[in-house]
């Protein structure tokens, strides 16, 4: 079996542009503030939290393929680029097969409602320049085009579990040596067509937006190593009730994967990263699964709100933040979608000495 | 576990068919499907789901979807929610169970390719969201049934799979990548049977913006011709129930084709246009060729993507020629989509089915709608109903984005 390793990871949410705004909003702990967004005939504003504008321009958007791109493209290259830090340059120059998982469930909503408001009204004016842009694996080509590689590319479509299947076929890629090296973004944008059809679902949730990325290879980047060591099965759920008995059979598996004979053994040293967002019957399902977890947790969602694929690549992310720079030695990540599967997956803080040195 | 894998092979393991469903413009089922693409039948025709009446073009490939599903398949309530696409799958999917002999309460994967998903139900959605004075009614069933998880679903229900479901959207390779994928997690011993196809059902959206683009045919779809104008877009699904070879041998199953080859390359030019070399598609195919173990020269057949665009055709002619070398002058090329259009998420899946159809009865299908060849094609390009004999077909799907796929099918005697 091939081990494998996250070397970087990346976000873009409504905390700022960047890793260290997630990790500064979950060290305050407290949830950002909302804004109402409106529109005409709307009963009620909704509430939102959008990704705030970057402090500086970032350069990817000089690129020619990114001036024109919606901002689930620009969230998803941001989020990536900083999860391939300097390992870039040599996707560029051919020294490293990379592969792209690039994860969404709205996706570009924003320029496909714009398009199909013009092709209704009347289609002889339909813009052409928007069109492209409505396709969900436009991002990834984007991303593509500004690494410049060639290697496999697949957009992913599905719920928030759907980030974390990435990392297992990401997994696949790399052991089987299809690439070396694999980059999955899960990101989703706001936009009120979304936002309306979420508050059909949940009233009191708040909708937000970004991208997570993760980049995993088969060798760690350097000290602290950290391991990608389990993902459960993809539980389906189509019913409220099958959607609690996925999410504790995905809690039950991860535990009997990682050697827990007990469920409710406390463990210090063991992170949970939860998908709760302090919405009692929007949590309910996961919340029960993990009850008796007695470790340290920590629920990104609480504080950001929901935000589909883009979430549970946040979660993710802070969990392996934390991971990185605090005393855990695994950290567990749960993810309960709204509408397809519970998935769960570990991480785990690997001892240097254990890894063979090789080629990323 | 989805990692790491509990089902580790120490050798690729041998992937065949063992069943296949197909609906098109020429119809519901192998059969009619089969004559459509033998004789080179063109079912393009006026466009009735939408109106049209301020579009540059106004055709398409269009369905006749039979009133009624297989009883059964869904709850009859649940059927009644769903979307022309949901069905496009379903019935396409039933075709292939009941070939395969597959028992329901099986867990497998299912992979899907789609580009649009239910969009018509989406634009339903946004139709009633925007009109006054802003009633929901409806509005829960048709975000629940847009979504393409909720299709993958509705299949797995049908068939009783609590199997993960992974959904490529790679635009108009999606059908491929999903076969492709499909086969990879066989060949790599993820499991022993996946369900995997594509489906794609016409919607104004999609159909305004190709027009948007000048990118349909005003005329007549004419892939490889000197003077094609663009595509003609076509709805349907095809899906195929794949299994090991050890697998289908156990249950003594009747084995259609063998899936040999796949490889998958992105091409960074340009958003919708390929490279004018074909850089990427050649990538895709030595990649499907190294997967194969082949040599260009064993090649008997190419369903090529031809979409019947200026830039598409002369940029996989220029890659096919490079690919085949010296082999090209000989190796029989067609596009099946002079017939039933593009069908864009499903086009890969539909004409990894119709090299199914050729292998299995020794055809090959015509572009029926060829008048001058593109002096780019090194190839000849079937243009007549032929027989031949087949051993070995390819089959090429390049999408927006740059998402390149190449399939390589071989005859299962």
Sequence with gaps: ????????????????????????????????????????????????RSVPAPPARPGFLSHNRLRRTSPIAQYAVGAALEALGGDAPRVASGALRLGILYCVMSGCVNYSRRFYREAWQDPATASPLVFPETVFNAPASHLAALLGTTGINYTLVGDAGTFVQAMALAADWLGTRRVDGCLIVGAEELDWLVREAFCLFDRDGILSEGAGAMYLGSQPAGPPALELTAITESYLFATSAARAEAALRARLELHDATDRPRADLPE????????????????????????????????????????????????????????????????????????????????????LDSVAAGPT | MLFPSPHEGNSPARIVITGAGIISAFGQGWKVNAAGFRSGRVAIRPVTLFDVSRQRVKVAAEVDLPATVPPGLLPSREMARTERAARLLLLAAHEAWEQSGWQTGASFPIVLGTTSAGMSLGEAMYRQAVAPPGSRRGQPTRVRHYQAQRQAWELAGAFGSSGPITIIANACASGANAIGHAWDLLRHHRAERVLAGGYEALSQLVFSGFDSLQALSPTQCRPFDKDRDGLALGEGAAVMTLETLASARRRGAEILGEIVGYGAATDAHHLTQPHPEGTAALAAMNAACESARLSPDR?????AHGTGTPLNDSAEAAAISRWAGSRAANLPVSSTKSGVGHLLGAAGAVEAVVCLMALREQWLPPTSTLRQPEPLCSFPIVREPTDARLEYALSNSFGFGGANATLILRRWS
């Excluded at chain 1, 976000?11 to 804004?35: C, D, F, H, T, Y």
């Excluded at chain 1, 019957?281 to 950001?304: C, F, M, N, T």
């Excluded at chain 1, 549970?312 to 979608?337: F, I, K, P, T």
Aim: aromatic share 8%; proline share 7%.
């Design chain 1, 268 to 351: 210090p040293e063991v992170l949970l990263c939860d998908g709760l967002q302090g919405l009692r019957r929007i949590d309910a399902d996961e919340y029960v699964a993990w009850q008796h977890w007695s470790g340290p947790r920590i629920s990104p969602k609480r504080l950001l709100g929901e935000a589909f694929v883009a979430a549970a690549a946040w979660q993710c992310v802070a969990a392996l933040d934390e991971l990185a720079r605090n005393g855990y030695q695994a950290a567990n990540v749960s993810v309960v979608g709204c509408n397809q599967q519970a998935i769960a997956a570990r991480f785990t803080k690997s001892n």
């Design chain 1, 1 to 48: 079996m091939s081990r494998i390793f996250v070397r970087g990871v990346g976000a873009v949410s409504p905390a700022g542009w960047g890793v260290p705004a997630l990790r500064e909003l979950l060290a305050k702990n407290q949830p950002l503030p909302s804004v109402e967004q409106t529109r005409p005939d709307w009963p009620r504003p909704i509430r939102v």
């Design chain 2, 299 to 303: 090649i008997d057949y190419i369903n």
